[in-house]
């Protein structure tokens, strides 16, 4: 019994995939596809015929937010200006449109 153990040992453990490193470089994430100022509405490029409309894509490596997340950023605005090539990141959006978001602060200034 004592060498069934010694065999198993020997044998170590199996591991399927790469370490997070190698396996996070063929993952998908957001990225930026056109330069954006602060203030502007994300939109999906879903297509690049004529010239295709939107400003961020789902590509490769996986730097930025994961891809199932697109759908969360779709409708939001920038937060700061933003140049092509970015990956997405949590703290370049904003839920209100910067027009929206400066009004009550300058009604607030007012009084």
Avoid: C
Wanted: charged share 30%; aromatic share 6%; hydrophobic share 30%.
């Amino acid at each position: 019994m004592e060498d069934v153990r010694i065999a198993e040992a020997a044998m170590g453990t199996v591991h399927y995939g790469g370490s997070e490193g190698e396996v996070r470089i063929f993952r998908r994430s957001i990225f930026v596809t056109k330069d954006m100022k602060k203030g502007e509405q994300f939109q999906e490029l879903t297509s690049f015929e004529n010239g295709g409309n939107g400003n961020v894509r789902s590509i490769r490596p996986g730097n930025g937010l994961h891809s199932r997340h697109m759908s969360d950023i779709v409708g939001k605005y920038a937060r700061v200006d933003i140049s092509k090539g970015t990956p997405m990141d949590w703290e370049l959006m904003t839920s209100t449109s910067v027009e929206e978001s400066d009004e009550p602060t300058a009604k607030k200034q007012k009084k």
